[in-house]
């Protein structure tokens, strides 16, 4: 994969996640489709996200989409202490709608500004 600068690694990172969570969405859905309420969808797609980055995050400090641009999420202090916390703090501030914004005037989001945390490529 050729090198990318920050911004177009996290956009790229953005793409391939959305796109891993649109198929697990897609594949719940249609093998639930029976048994999930329309109304209980929104629901569904919201626990669904929030796990996505979560576990993957905590337990990997990698989404999908950043193993594939070969990148992870590290401490952006020195202190590696409560870095679960900080997980948990940066997949909740996902949920914030300005968060994706905030890469039009800054290379860390929201949701890295606030669980001290960044983006670096291995």
Same mark, same amino acid.
């Given at each position: 994969m050729p090198e990318m600068n920050g911004k177009t690694l996290r956009l790229v990172n953005f793409l391939i996640d959305s796109a891993i969570y649109f198929l697990i969405m897609f594949g $719940?859905? *249609?093998l639930f489709k029976d @048994?999930?309420?329309q109304q209980n @969808?929104?629901?569904i797609s $919201? *626990? @669904?996200y929030f796990l996505y980055y979560f576990i993957l995050e905590? /337990?990997?400090e990698q989404t999908i989409g950043k193993i594939i641009t070969r990148s992870k999420v590290v %401490?952006? /202090?020195e202190s590696k202490n409560y870095f679960f916390l900080r997980i948990i703090l940066r997949t909740m501030t996902r949920f914030i709608p300005i968060d994706i914004l905030t890469y039009l005037f %800054?290379?860390?989001g929201l949701h890295d500004w606030i669980s001290k945390t960044t983006v670096n490529k291995l």
């Amino acid at each position: 994969m050729p090198e990318m600068n920050g911004k177009t690694l996290r956009l790229v990172n953005f793409l391939i996640d959305s796109a891993i969570y649109f198929l697990i969405m897609f594949g $719940i859905l *249609i093998l639930f489709k029976d @048994v999930i309420p329309q109304q209980n @969808v929104k629901w569904i797609s $919201i *626990i @669904v996200y929030f796990l996505y980055y979560f576990i993957l995050e905590s /337990t990997t400090e990698q989404t999908i989409g950043k193993i594939i641009t070969r990148s992870k999420v590290v %401490s952006s /202090t020195e202190s590696k202490n409560y870095f679960f916390l900080r997980i948990i703090l940066r997949t909740m501030t996902r949920f914030i709608p300005i968060d994706i914004l905030t890469y039009l005037f %800054s290379f860390r989001g929201l949701h890295d500004w606030i669980s001290k945390t960044t983006v670096n490529k291995l």
